[in-house]
């Protein structure tokens, strides 16, 4: 037991490690639609169901999604990618504003934001559309564009970081994000990155990158040695050979998931696993005898008997992937079969995962990816770094829906105590300074809010929720009773000040509270110097008292809507409407608790 909760402590290290490490994210970014329906009937018109819309959920995908994780795990995650203007651009520009990403994404008029919309009935996915293809390809001026967009976010980190150099994470699915000259710069500009981490659908488009890591599906390993000539080779008693198809398929976004295959199960009798087939892609498939696998145009033939599967068929490939892609360490991911990892010191990791349903997994890699990314950058050592991408990885896929991790909940995982998750804690102005100036040479944002919060209630948190999502620090400043009295009344505060303190450090999403006598925040404010400082409300930035104060000392302003029929007056006011209007019972006073109980 005392080893396992040492070992929690050395992976809750390197969590702790990370916050606030630089990476900048480039390649296919797109918009993951859910629409969520009930379904009682057939329609008359086929044998299909009709279905009633209950609600819509809107996430980033792709390179977005790998962004956002990177966020969510603590890291300073910047964006790169080109983005329509359209209706789904603006979503996902939402998406990547309430995680905290830097949004440095790059607008293509005329070129549609790549959509994945799911059709869900019972939490089963009835059907998927999919928009935005490789033919919508970026023009010369785009490229340029999105060119000067990778230089100037790299300068951007490197300052932020006090002259570190950053992570860079390449996600190519695709879709038309990185063409030639794009690869070619990245390639070309290698050197000003410390840490490179590539996820393509097609591998041999990188060929000089010299990645830290790369991180292919079964699939994309198969068709890169396939590519790569695929020699024949013994490992472990077994002949395995690849046979390259005539001619290639069409490159594409790919989602491999796992499922029964028809027919077929495993020499151990679980069922064997299918590959989502995208156009002209072939699927991927283990025979019933778990001899042979197939998968796009490739087919991967063994006589090693039974029992051998994709992790054992991967395991034998590592040291080729690792000399075919040039990078440090791969990991070849089985989606709920675990992944495979090597690196250079030749040694085999495998590391699994429960199996969940499909509508479970989407993401899934984006977030293993970024957290393998995070505790390389790091310096962890790879066991360390294929647990925590693999613990994170499993951590996301308890709901349907596009997979996050959030810092706190891979924290919560570990078993770590309060203390050493940085839990909210209400502090004195001078141990905030203290406070933020560490954090400030670790080179994190700080998020400053203010107000009463005299009743905690839905609004509330949904608001510090958001303006926690704008930095990786948030501090909310609360007025004293004698303030609060003096903006709202005599009446007020329902609660005293160490009440609504403690309510507000309670939450997951507050960093540090602080407690102030002036009417005003003027002071704290100069103190702290927010980088972004958030106000509740329907008006514009402009209209915020401090605004001219923040900009003044280089912060910016947000608002944030309240969520409507939720504020502390009104729940204070139905609170006094039901003490004022007595029941029958209080209004009898035979009906008394006195009277009935003689």
Not at 14 to 37: C, K, N, T
Not at 188 to 213: C, K, M, N, S
Not at 247 to 274: I, K, M, T, Y
Not at 384 to 401: E, F, N, P
Request: proline share 7%; net charge negative.
């Amino acid at each position: 037991m005392a080893g396992a909760a040492a070992e929690q402590r050395r992976l809750a290290t390197v969590v702790e490690s990370w916050l606030g490490r630089p990476v900048l994210i480039v390649g296919d970014a797109m918009l993951d639609e859910w629409r969520f329906a009930d379904s009682d009937r057939l329609c008359r018109e086929a044998p299909a169901p009709v279905l009633t819309l209950r609600r819509r959920i809107s996430a980033a995908g792709g390179a977005a999604n790998t962004a956002v994780n990177v966020a969510t795990l603590g890291g300073r995650a910047v964006l790169v990618a080109p983005v329509g203007a359209d209706v789904a651009g603006d979503e996902l520009h939402d998406c990547l504003d309430r995680a905290g990403v830097w949004d440095r994404t790059v607008n293509q008029p005329g070129r549609p934001t790549p959509v994945k919309r799911r059709m869900l009935a019972g939490n089963q996915i009835l059907l998927r559309e999919d928009s935005g293809d490789a033919d919508d390809a970026l023009d010369p001026d785009g490229v340029a564009r999105l060119l000067t967009a990778l230089d100037c976010a790299t300068e951007e980190l490197r300052a932020a970081a006090g002259g570190e150099a950053p992570t860079l994470v390449v996600c190519d699915y695709g879709l038309g994000a990185l063409p030639a000259p794009v690869r070619a710069w990245l390639v070309e500009q290698r050197e000003r990155y410390a840490t490179v981490a590539l996820d393509a659908h097609d591998l041999a488009d990188w060929g000089g990158l010299a990645p830290t890591v790369v991180t292919p599906s079964f699939a994309e390993a198969t068709r890169l040695l396939a590519r790569a000539g695929g020699a024949h080779r013994s490992t472990a008693g077994a002949d395995l050979h690849l046979e390259h198809p005539d001619s290639d398929p069409a490159d594409g976004p790919s989602e491999l998931s796992v499922g029964a295959a028809p027919g077929g199960a495993r020499a151990d009798d679980r069922p064997g696993p299918v590959g989502e087939p995208t156009a002209s892609e072939g699927r991927v498939a283990l025979t019933g005898d778990g001899l042979s696998v197939t998968g796009t145009g490739v087919t991967v033939n063994t006589e090693a008997g039974a029992g051998v599967d994709r992790a054992v068929l991967a395991e034998s490939r590592l040291a080729e992937l690792r000399a075919h892609t040039g990078a440090d360490v791969v990991a070849v991911t089985l989606d709920t079969d675990g992944a495979v990892v090597g690196g250079a010191d030749g040694e085999r990791r495998r590391s699994h995962s429960t199996p969940v349903p499909a509508s479970h997994a989407v993401g899934a890699g984006d977030a293993y990816l970024a957290a393998m990314t995070l505790a390389l950058a790091a310096d962890a050592p790879l066991p360390t770094a294929a647990q925590l991408a693999q613990l994170v990885a499993t951590i996301t896929v308890s709901d349907t829906g596009t997979c996050v991790c959030l810092r706190e909940d891979l924290l919560a995982a570990l078993d770590m105590p309060s203390e050493a998750t940085g839990h909210p804690a209400v502090v004195g102005t001078d141990e905030l300074d203290a406070i933020v100036a560490e954090h400030r040479e670790a080179g994190r944002s700080v998020v400053f809010t203010n107000g009463c919060f005299d009743v905690l209630h839905p609004g509330h948190v949904r608001y510090l929720e958001q303006a926690r999502a704008l930095g990786d620090l948030l501090i909310v400043a609360v007025n004293s009773d004698g303030s609060v009295r003096r903006l709202k009344g005599p009446d007020r505060p329902v609660n005293p000040v160490e009440d609504r303190g403690a309510l507000l450090a309670a939450l997951s999403c507050v960093d540090h509270v602080v407690v102030f006598e002036e009417d005003s925040p003027a002071a704290l404010i100069e103190a702290v110097r927010p980088d972004v400082y958030v106000k509740g409300g329907d008006y514009p930035p402009e209209l915020v008292p401090e605004a001219p104060l923040v900009r003044r000392l280089g912060g910016q302003v947000r608002t944030l809507g309240y969520v409507p029929d939720r504020s502390t007056s009104a729940i204070i006011e139905r609170i006094r409407s039901h003490t004022q209007d007595p029941s029958p019972q209080a209004a009898d006073p035979s009906l008394s608790p006195r009277t009935q109980a003689s």
